[in-house]
């Protein structure tokens, strides 16, 4: 299986504590990989390793290689590298603008600044997470207005507008309601036939509803991976076993 | 240990009731006895009489007192909030992030009237500046530097980091992610940090009082020129003796207005923005 | 060209910074630089403890710089002021946090923060026409007094306490009522025993910073406080250090001794905050542990 990301030799520590511990593993393309762990095993900071995002933290030392698309990550500019892999948050985060200036927002930034075409990126993309048809009276009111779902949405679509190869999401519904959950898990099967998406959770019911790939990963170290239906039928580590079965929380 | 209870409960009454009192007794006083005195005359005239300010009014000095503040937030907003900005999203080193600071709360630790007696050797006296709107303003604005640095790094540092990071997701580079999701998010702050700045710089007498304020001069048209200042002129009415102090009272009254509607259009824009915030 | 323009705006915001970070250093070393020249001529020994202040020489052939009792007036001023805000402040910040509901702190915190914006000139003015007029009722001689300044200036430290105290509180209270109420102890009992005591490592923080604003104050102090170079009593006249500059920086000749040492006497306000501010600090980690 060809995969759009790869890592090798993962090493991440703050302040010389290790967060992520020698972890290579690979995201196969126009797939769904979930990583599970328990709280505070390094699933975030694996994240911001992907999209380059460490760089921004203070005080952190990383080891290993990120490729993507075979190449290695490292080499590509940074802003290059980030608009190829998005990423949407726990919380959602729309700017504080309307729907219509939090979509174009980036097309705009990349020197879009054709009406036509701006248009056609709001409506494809919102039409994308499933939204368009919902709020498309309402583009010009500002996105701090919708719901937690939708304002989630919003943001998938607004990570949709850079034409990532790539998308990041973590934990993106552990704010949200039961319906927008819903919702959500259904935009992004969808959305599995055009992107490589990787999910942080702790839900396991999600990740076994969404995944395709599972990669199991505790106090640093990637414990175990594997096809999502073989790891969640019948795992090999008696850790990964304990942790599905609920052990930790 | 029931008592201990009460007494601390009537101290609490007691002193809100103190502080409440002292507030409605200040304001109350000030605009009944100045607002005799307040008419469009005082407020469009120059001072005059034997007495300097005794008869006419006071424009020149509202006027200069505009020019001071407004040189004060030119010289002290701008390095302010790039310093703060620099702070919080450039500065990787914690050394030279505590060494700033350390100057910044240095200065904030200075007097004002040892800033105005720096402003009045170094510019006035050895660069020849002579008493000038400028030279005042520079004490001023160096005044009101740390007040503004700090709140507006506390608003950086407050800003929903999530956010920013979006931005950075996109791979925007940081300057545009400032420019257009961090200044805007954060203008309210940043206004209403300036407009009290300014107000301190307004109500400040200590440092312009040798340094650019005087005791008569025309609406000022260059900054390069000494001008009046409201805060020193309530000050001259007092100390000259003159035979009434209704003057000083309309002084006092116009300041104590200005410090009012600056206050209440603080406050109301931080309410509408924190209702538009719970409305998401 | 995004390149470009970005390292354009980082390298602006750290000119920026550098030139408010060279400046502010170079006012510093501007005013210790100024306030050397005093101890070629006076002892530090004598500038400090010394109690005669004859800066002019008036044909004696006398000068004396000694700024003794100004320190002491600044002190006194400060901690008779911070004495009688720390009473109000606290019981308001109190109130605030253990009894006002949150709607009532959204109005009373705007509400009291109009004292910070009063120029202290009104201050000293209103301190003029009110509490010097009452003290001379009162039968002191002219009425300025020293306790009259403390009473003023303990009004402009209301502001800054209440809000930095009623903060410290508040988090505490919301720490520790749930698991007071929940034992079934009185409201006020679990505040006294438990909040009050827990607060008081930042209450100490907030007053060094308090007395740093008072020890600055000029204006309202120099209206109030009589200036006269007199050791200070509760209802004698006296000078600050803060009064002293302002009154005599207009005067004073460039580069001579009398101006060199008006710098000095702003410099030693500048050491004495950050005497009290360590000082403090070390109490309070002896204090709590």
Redesign the interface.
């Known amino acids: 299986m060809e995969s759009a990301i790869e890592i090798k030799n993962l090493t991440v520590s703050y302040d010389g504590k290790v967060a992520v511990d020698n972890v290579s593993t690979s995201f196969p393309k126009k797939k769904i990989t979930s990583i599970i762990g328990p709280s505070g095993c390094g699933k975030t900071t694996l994240l911001n390793c992907l999209n380059g995002m460490i760089r921004e933290i203070p005080d952190v030392k990383v080891g290993g290689e990120v490729y993507l698309d075979g190449k290695p990550a490292d080499r590509l500019p940074i802003d290059e590298w980030r608009r190829r892999v998005g990423i949407v948050f726990q919380t959602p985060m729309p700017f504080p603008f309307s729907v219509y200036k939090n979509l174009t927002y980036a097309p705009k930034y990349y020197g879009n600044h054709d009406k036509a075409d701006l248009d056609r990126i709001v409506k494809e993309n919102l039409e994308m997470v499933g939204l368009y048809e919902e709020i498309r009276d309402e583009l010009k009111k500002s996105a701090l207005k919708f719901s937690g779902g939708q304002q989630q949405r919003i943001c998938i679509a607004r990570a949709l507008t850079v034409e990532p190869d790539v998308l990041l999401l973590d934990e993106p519904c552990s704010a949200l309601d039961v319906k927008s959950i819903a919702v959500i898990e259904e935009t992004l099967m969808k959305l599995k036939e055009d992107y490589t998406i990787i999910i942080v959770t702790h839900n396991i019911a999600q990740a076994k509803r969404l995944s395709d790939k599972v990669v199991f990963i505790k106090d640093g170290k990637l414990v175990e991976e594997g096809d999502a239906k073989q790891v969640f039928e019948s795992a090999d580590k008696h850790e990964t076993r304990e942790f599905l079965g609920g052990i930790y929380g | 240990m029931r008592i201990k209870g009460a007494l601390i409960r009537i101290w609490a009454y007691a002193g809100i009731i103190t502080v409440s009192a002292a507030i409605v007794f200040l304001f109350v006083f000030v605009f009944i006895k100045g607002a005799s005195t307040i008419s469009w005359d005082f407020l469009s005239q120059s001072p005059s009489g034997a007495v300097l300010g005794e008869e006419g009014g006071i424009l020149p000095a509202i006027t200069g007192s505009l020019a001071f503040t407004l040189t004060a937030v030119v010289i002290g907003a701008i390095p302010a909030i790039a310093t703060a900005l620099y702070l919080v999203f450039y500065c990787k080193s914690s050394k030279s992030e505590q060494v700033i600071h350390l100057v910044i709360q240095c200065i904030a630790g200075i007097p004002s009237i040892v800033l105005g007696l720096f402003s009045y050797s170094l510019f006035v006296r050895d660069l020849n500046f002579g008493r000038c709107i400028l030279s005042s303003g520079i004490a001023l604005g160096v005044m009101i530097l740390p007040f503004i640095e700090v709140r507006a790094e506390k608003t950086f540092r407050e800003m929903n980091m999530t956010m920013i990071q979006s931005a950075y997701a996109l791979g925007c580079t940081k300057s545009h992610t400032i420019l257009t999701v961090v200044l805007p998010a954060c203008r309210g702050e940043l206004f209403s940090g300036i407009i009290l700045g300014g107000c301190y710089a307004m109500g400040a007498t200590a440092p312009m009082i040798f340094t650019g304020a005087v005791a008569y001069a025309a609406n000022p048209t260059s900054i390069m020129k000494p001008a009046m200042a409201l805060p020193l002129h309530l000050y001259l009415l007092v100390a000259q003796g003159t035979t009434s102090l209704d003057m000083a009272y309309g002084t006092a009254f116009v300041m104590m207005a200005v410090i009012l509607i600056s206050n209440a259009l603080v406050t109301i824009y931080a309410r509408r923005r924190q209702r538009a915030w719970n409305q998401q | 060209m ?2 470009i ?2 390292t ?3 390298i ?3 000119i ?2 550098g ?3 060279a ?3 170079f ?2 070393i ?2 210790v630089k ?1 306030a050397i020249p005093t101890f070629e001529e006076v002892s530090l020994g004598d500038f400090l403890f010394g109690r005669e202040w004859l800066p002019l020489d008036v044909g004696t052939g006398h000068m004396s710089f000694g700024i003794f009792n100004f320190i002491m007036a600044t002190l006194y001023v400060s901690f008779l002021a911070m004495i009688i805000s720390l ?10 946090s ?2 006002a509901s949150s709607k009532v702190r ?1 109005l ?1 915190y ?6 910070a ?6 201050y ?3 301190g ?3 509490l010097v007029k009452f003290f001379i009722r009162a039968g002191v001689h002219t009425g300025s007094c020293v306790l009259a300044s403390a009473i003023l200036l303990a ?1 402009m430290l ?1 502001p800054y306490l ?1 809000s930095a105290c009623s903060e410290t509180l508040l988090k505490n209270k919301e720490k520790y009522l749930k698991a007071g109420t929940s034992l079934g102890v ?4 679990t ?3 438990v909040v ?1 005591p827990a607060s008081w490592k930042s209450i100490l923080t907030i007053i060094v910073l308090a007395i ?1 604003r008072a ?5 309202a102090v120099m ?1 109030v406080i009589g200036n006269a170079n007199l050791f200070p009593t509760l209802l004698g006249k006296s000078e600050s250090i ?1 009064a002293l ?2 009154l005599e ?2 005067t004073a000749v ?1 580069g001579s001794t009398h ?1 060199h040492a ?2 000095a006497a ?1 410099l030693v ?2 050491v004495l ?2 005497i009290i501010n360590i000082g403090i600090n070390l109490i309070r980690d002896k204090l709590i542990k």
């Open positions: 995004r390149k323009s970005n354009i705006f980082r602006l915001l750290l920026l910074t030139v408010t970070f400046a502010l250093t006012v510093i501007f005013i100024e009473v109000i402040g606290l019981g308001a910040s109190l109130y605030l253990c009894v959204g009373m705007p509400f009291i923060d109009l004292l914006g009063i120029p202290s000139v009104v000293g003015f209103i003029l026409t009110v009004v209301l209440i009185d409201q006020w009992y505040v006294s025993s009050l740093g020890m600055g104050e000029t204006m209206m803060a500059i302002a920086m207009g460039n101006f008006l710098y702003g306000l500048i905050l950050f």
